[in-house]
């Protein structure tokens, strides 16, 4: 690739307190359009009447049906706004509300260094299991 272009892969998923779930690898940037898609195609299958579901204000999260989607579920929908030093909002990994869920993700991504979506995807979901063991034992620990 030209110097300077590189390409953009997007993983979400969900932090519960029994560890990661719900996750998703996209081959390309975040979008409303990509991500009404996730809500309506992975998150809203696992949520259960009466969860809480929290996200930051990017953009991509306030699409047209995103809200309306997670609440025909039975769930809550809040928004949190996660702010740098300076106050101000910031949508980035790094002011991820927790990075210790970040950690098996990251960790098994780097292990197998993937070169397509699919061993991405492969990674993605070994971790989120990886994270529900980390979160489970970090509960009893607690």
């Known amino acids: 690739m030209p110097h300077g272009h590189w390409k953009t892969t997007t993983f979400t998923g969900v ?3 029994t560890g990661m ?3 998703f690898v996209y081959d390309g940037a975040m979008n409303g359009n990509v ?3 996730y809500v309506e195609q992975v998150l809203v299958p696992s949520l ?3 969860d809480i579901v929290v996200m ?3 953009p991509a999260h306030k699409a047209a049906g995103v809200r309306e989607a997670i609440e025909a579920a039975g769930a809550n929908l809040l928004y949190a706004m996660i702010t740098d030093a300076t106050n101000q909002p910031v949508f980035t990994a790094d002011a991820s509300p927790s990075p210790v869920s970040n950690i098996p993700i990251t960790s098994s991504v780097r292990r197998t260094s993937p070169k397509a979506v699919a061993t991405l995807t492969s990674a993605a979901t070994c971790s989120a299991s ?3 063991a ?3 034992s970090t509960r009893r620990t607690l």
């Open 15 to 17: 932090l519960r307190l």
């Open 21 to 23: 779930t719900a996750p």
């Open 35 to 37: 991500f009404l898609a």
């Open 48 to 50: 259960s009447e009466g």
């Open 56 to 58: 930051d204000n990017l």
């Open 130 to 132: 990886l994270s529900a």
């Open 134 to 136: 980390l979160a489970s």
